[in-house]
């Protein structure tokens, strides 16, 4: 009897098909998680970026300590996705996504009723929390619901979402704040968080219930250990983004091209934009190093234009080398995560790879502040440019000795062995799985 192909990789392994791509990965389970992820990170953009001048204003606190009370809010991510790469499992996508957008509506709602800054501080960090969870499970979940033969495009298009957030949430906030005031801006974010809960009802996820087996508390059981000499190097790229929000303000003010610099995010949004589709497939069909490389390079050659101070042209053109060059790392190095490890590991892959995403971006401008009195801004661009060129070797060692991603032209051609593997069997009286 000649066994029929009902292998699912196998029907889902068409790379060249843009409909089979458009049926695999834009499901209404994926559309609504890429929105509620857009909405999410807009608020919270939003809030990041007026945060610290409305504890200034409405508690007459420090600017040291109003910069503690903006900056928890990553300390909080940090916690909320360590501890839910452990529970994800066990919990449920659906329960705990709930539970991440509920507490982030009740946090953004909370706001209206801040009666003093050590209330405020408190309220970041919980705010932090939730803006962990949800970005944890709603990245796990685009991982697990993409078919693997188009991981590399679903996970760039999901991506997506949150270049366009980095540009929509300071947009609205800064935008805004003159003309609906502090408590316009928590309105605003109350209402995107209340969208976030209507869209969660088109979320629809089958999962099979797990059995909890106590057993001692490991830290593979938060991360993938695995993961870590990956993640730190990617770490370290965060960090020249994480300086480039800091400090691309400053830099304009003291380099006189404020009007380019306010149209950098904008123009790092758009080659996002542009270049995450055709990169996406690029590392579906040929893996990462087509990508991988050119975005570092990139990214380095953009920080280099800004520490050149070539004037605000070159800062524009710096926003578009940054976009494309952060923007890929981050979406392309996000799938090679998930694809180093098995299925069921797919959240300890996430939040591994968040993790360390948030910390390099947390500690940049830490880092950078004792530079910044001897180099000024500009030699903290330059500085971090040498760091970016330098990280690239141990790319080329991790990635060499360290796991491998599995790409979507891989999943087929090991799909199409399995299944000639099997009719062999069938055809020789072998039996038949």
Not at 369 to 392: D, H, N, R, W
Request: proline share 4%; aromatic share 14%.
């Amino acid at each position: 009897m000649k066994m029929q192909n009902k292998n699912p990789i196998n029907n889902e392994c068409k790379p060249e098909n843009s409909v089979s791509v458009w049926k695999a990965v834009f499901s209404r389970t994926f559309i609504a998680i890429a929105i509620i992820n857009f909405l999410e990170m807009t608020g919270y953009y939003a809030l990041f970026v007026t945060n610290t001048q409305y504890a200034v204003d409405k508690f007459d606190c420090s600017l040291a300590f109003a910069g503690l009370i903006t900056g928890i809010v990553v300390i909080g991510c940090l916690v909320g996705r360590f501890f839910t790469g452990r529970i994800v499992n066990s919990a449920g996508f659906r329960r705990l996504l709930f539970i991440g957008i509920s507490v982030y509506f009740i946090g953004n709602l909370s706001f209206l009723f801040v009666t003093s800054a050590s209330m405020l501080l408190i309220l970041r960090f919980v705010y932090g929390l939730a803006v962990g969870i949800v970005g944890t499970v709603a990245g796990t979940l685009v991982a697990v619901i993409t078919p693997k033969a188009f991981q590399g495009r679903g996970i760039s298009y999901y991506s997506m979402s949150t270049a366009l957030a980095i540009c929509s949430g300071p947009l609205l906030g800064i935008s805004l704040l003159k003309v609906v005031g502090y408590e316009g801006i928590f309105w605003i974010t109350i209402a995107l968080s209340a969208v976030c809960l209507l869209l969660f009802f088109l979320i629809d996820v089958k999962e099979q219930p797990k059995k909890t087996i106590k057993k001692k508390i490991e830290l593979s059981d938060f991360i993938d250990v695995k993961l870590i000499p990956f993640c730190l190097v990617c770490a370290i790229f965060c960090l020249a983004w994480g300086n480039i929000q800091a400090f691309i303000s400053p830099y304009s003010h003291e380099n006189h091209v404020e009007t380019a610099a306010s149209f950098f995010f904008l123009i790092y949004a758009g080659a996002i934009l542009i270049s995450r589709p055709w990169t996406g497939k690029i590392y579906d069909i040929h893996g990462p190093a087509l990508v991988f490389y050119p975005a570092m390079l990139s990214l380095a050659a953009g920080l280099i234009l800004l520490w050149a101070q070539l004037g605000s042209f070159a800062v524009l053109i710096a926003g578009a080398l940054c976009g494309f060059g952060f923007g890929n790392i981050t979406s392309i190095g996000n799938a090679m995560a998930v694809s180093m490890v098995p299925k069921n590991r797919y959240a300890q892959a996430t939040s591994s790879y968040f993790v360390f995403f948030d910390l390099g971006i947390g500690l940049a401008p830490y880092l950078s502040g004792y530079l910044v009195p001897y180099l000024g801004y500009t030699g903290v661009f330059g500085v971090t440019a040498m760091v970016v060129v330098i990280a690239i070797p141990f790319y080329y060692l991790v990635t060499k000795f360290g796991p491998k991603p599995i790409t979507g032209e891989q999943v087929e051609f090991e799909s199409n062995n399995s299944l000639r593997t099997a009719e062999t069997e069938d055809s020789e009286g072998g039996a038949v799985p």
